[in-house]
């Protein structure tokens, strides 16, 4: 007799319902009778969240839990499989879409028609540290590196290639590793016509480059003018002083490099930390306090990976070859994205992290009463609270603790809840 209330999902049901009917759309699945495809994404996930401090770990912990027997050699031998990788990027690509399809009311730039065109990206490269078996070069062996942006208006995180240390190379440049990068992968999924941007530090800067990637591709950048550059001056930009949102702009001029392409350069001085920055950028014109307030927001990526290396506890390549580790990166990502859609479906019913809110709130105004700028004179991105830039780690312990229990949702939102009141 069917029950007319079937039971509620698991905790890791409910955190991959966003994969459901994934899997049979892609073009590289597979029919595997030994592990599935559904098996090996599952498998994944779980190997991010589990907090294992090694593959076998893992393949002892899910054997263990009375999940599946996986052996340890078929876990390895599948990180190598190139079909699954191409799999797995296929399952980010969607989750990543589905994502972008939601309305976020949490997106920090809805407030400035000037970036409506736009897609926003901070990128940075992230290491990790070298597998077990890596080969050493001249008897040393050296970390994973891997190349990542964060999309600023949603926090989805993508992967952007894995270094190329082929031959003697033991880390490859980020300006590089970006040449290296097709159009379609730097514009990441954007519509013909929208625009990308990208905030990168200054191992992302190249001017020619950057003024190809304009006219070409529609693919802007912002960083910081690196202190050895001899830049030269070809005039003032006019900007409203009055307006708040330029508080701490010292100037805003258009300059010129060697490399015989003009950029347009800010002058900033932070209201609130008095620090100094100049930040350098191929965009059109855009108000200056803005692309000050974008930069600014370039920390997010470092959040992440703060996130990734401290809380998921990420910190070392999982197998040898590179198809290995780029399926990490891509497991990682994965795993990010699913817990931002959770997090965002438990926000919306009320289960919030008011307590961390309210810390946020607390360090902002200690900060504010710092600054000798009346607060009317301030823009609203330094005078609010920053939306949380990564998971807390009361909800990824709670996640973790769930994993491999047949606990109802029902009861998990209820147990969450008390965890977000009490601790």
């Known amino acids: 007799m069917t029950s ?5 999902k698991t905790v890791f049901a409910k955190l991959a319902e966003p994969l459901s009917g994934l899997i049979n759309r892609c073009q590289s699945k597979r029919n595997c009778r030994v592990l599935s495809d559904q098996q ?4 994944g996930l779980l190997r991010i969240l589990s907090q294992e401090s090694s593959g076998r770990a893992f393949v002892q912990k899910i054997y263990d839990s009375g999940r599946m027997f996986l052996s340890r050699s078929l876990f390895f031998e599948t990180l190598k499989s190139k079909r699954r990788l191409e799999l797995c990027r296929e399952i980010n690509s969607s989750v990543y879409k589905q994502i972008m399809k939601k309305d976020s009311d949490q997106d920090p730039f809805a407030q400035f028609s000037e970036l409506d065109d736009f897609d926003i990206f901070a990128g ?3 290491y990790h540290a070298a597998a077990a078996h890596d080969i050493k070069k001249n008897d ?12 600023l208006r949603n926090q989805a995180l993508n992967h952007l290639t894995l270094a190329d240390t082929s031959g003697n190379r033991k880390r490859e440049h980020d ?13 990441q999924s954007a519509p013909k016509g929208r625009k990308v941007l990208y905030i990168w530090d200054k191992a992302g800067i190249d001017f020619m480059q950057w003024f190809k990637w304009k006219y070409s591709s529609g693919i802007y950048f912002i960083s910081r003018e690196k202190e050895n550059m001899d830049l030269m001056m070809m ?9 708040p949102i330029n508080a701490g702009v010292l100037s805003y001029d258009m300059v010129g490099c060697s490399a015989g392409v003009t950029m347009n350069r800010v002058k900033y001085q932070c209201p609130i930390s008095g620090k100094e920055y100049n930040f350098i950028t191929s965009l059109p014109y855009i108000t200056p306090g803005l692309i000050a307030y974008l930069y600014k927001c370039r920390w997010d990526i470092e959040k992440v990976f703060d996130q990734v290396k401290n809380k998921l506890s990420e910190k070392k390549a999982w197998a040898t070859s590179q198809t290995a580790k780029t399926m ?28 961390e809110n309210d810390r946020r709130q607390i ?5 504010l009463k710092k600054t000798s700028f009346g607060k009317k004179k301030l823009p609203l991105f330094l005078t609010t609270p920053k939306r949380a830039t990564q998971r807390p780690l009361k909800f990824i312990r709670w996640l973790r603790n769930h994993l491999y229990t047949s606990t109802s949702w029902r009861e998990a939102e209820s147990s969450l809840k008390r965890v977000y009141a009490v601790f």
């Open 235 to 243: 005039g003032h930009l006019p900007f409203d002083r009055k307006d």
């Open 175 to 187: 300006t590089r590793a970006l040449k290296r990068l097709d159009t379609a992968r730097l514009r």
């Open 363 to 367: 360090r902002l105004d200690k900060a």
């Open 140 to 151: 040393k062996k050296y970390p994973a590196q891997h190349f990542y942006a964060v999309n």
């Open 40 to 43: 090996w994404i599952e498998t």
């Open 328 to 355: 990490q990166a891509q497991f990682i990502c994965l795993s990010h994205n699913l817990m931002l859609i959770l997090e965002n479906h438990l926000e919306k019913n009320g289960i919030i992290n008011t307590k």
């Open 124 to 126: 940075d490269g992230h």
């Open 4 to 8: 007319k209330n079937p039971p509620s």
